[in-house]
């Protein structure tokens, strides 16, 4: 009776230890993922600004690295090519130049 609920334990307990390791590389994998994602993010957004910064002068922009679209008089959506893409909404001054961002969003495909 004692040797069966010992043979119990240690089934228990190697069960548990194959159920930590399998959580431990679960959660290796989320990290890492999670570290390509933010830099992918921030790529994107620097490629963005880029664009953004030089909307006013788009014959400066010979290999964009962002789709620009005219959406309106002064309004304009510049879409990152990176994956993941960001979209953001830009309204740009023309006296001053400044583009000011209006909103921006993850474009999802």
Known sequence: MI???VASLLLLCSSLLVCLERLTALRMVE???IAIAQQGFIEAE???LTCEKNLSNLSALNESACFIQSIA????LITSKSTPAIQVHVFLDEKSGIATRLNWRQVFE
């Open 3 to 5: 040797l069966a609920w």
């Open 31 to 33: 990290v890492k993922t």
């Open 73 to 76: 008089k002064n309004h304009w």
């Open 46 to 48: 620097k490629s963005v």
